[in-house]
């Protein structure tokens, strides 16, 4: 199993509509992750989570919602999709330490139309 | 403000030889870390290389090495005897202890294999 399962993998959905990207890690790491990459932008932070109990915004949040399910698990909603969320979106977790790895989930490509 | 510039859009090198990618970065915090990815046409993100800034000696990992100059804030990775299966996108990324663990990436650099 990966250490970071995001599901869907591909997903086209309407504008206006709601939609979840679902996030799930084995690591065992407190510290999830949800960034967005867009062409020649590299990947921007728009949420993330230390643990349950602790949610934070990054640079580009609006738009979006997360929630932190489990330690294992962090999923990541568009109340309602526009087009200018079409992008690759990834999850990943981290350790604690500034050298720490992370481990990124194999991506969610989104398209609203 | 953390940041991490990588000013070349795309590079071409022939295959077998080598090639450097560039990156700069800016932190004021003395604890950090810096990363290498490549990202395939695929789309995942695969981590390649890592430095961090205490390390007396530059990382390195097989066919990769992390050319470290602090004083001039940069962390070039180095890729010797390129393979045509190197092509793909390469970001450089920086965790800084003051920030709690999330990662500051570049723009990437595609890079781009021929034989």
């Known amino acids: 199993d990966a250490d970071v399962t995001q599901t869907p993998r591909n997903r086209i959905t309407k504008t206006g509509k709601r939609i979840m990207l679902e996030c799930s890690q084995t690591k065992g790491h407190d510290r999830m992750y949800w960034y967005r990459q867009d062409p020649g932008l590299g990947l921007r932070l728009i949420y993330y989570s230390f643990d349950v109990k602790d949610i934070n915004k990054g640079e580009i949040s609006d738009g979006y919602s997360v929630s932190r399910q489990a330690q294992a698990k962090f999923s990541l909603s568009l109340e309602s999709a526009i087009p200018n969320q079409t992008a690759l979106y990834f999850c990943?977790?981290?350790?604690?330490?500034?050298?720490?790895?992370?481990?990124f989930g194999q991506g969610t490509r989104l398209t609203v139309v | 403000a953390q940041k991490i510039t990588q000013t070349q859009p795309g590079m071409f090198v022939q295959e077998k030889e080598a090639v450097t990618l560039d990156c700069t970065y800016d932190?004021?915090?003395?604890?950090?870390?810096l990363f290498w990815y490549k990202q395939p046409s695929s789309g995942e993100m695969i981590f390649l290389i890592y430095q961090g800034s205490y390390d007396q000696q530059n990382a390195t990992e097989g066919r990769y090495s992390l050319n470290f100059q602090k004083a001039r804030k940069s962390a070039n990775l180095v890729i010797s005897a390129s393979q045509l299966g190197d092509s793909a996108m390469y970001f450089c990324a920086m965790r800084v202890r003051s920030t709690l663990g999330r990662l500051y990436f570049g723009r990437g650099t595609q890079l781009t294999v021929w034989p």
């Open positions: 932190t004021s915090d003395p604890s950090y870390g």
């Open positions: 990943a977790t981290t350790g604690r330490g500034v050298t720490s790895e992370a481990f």
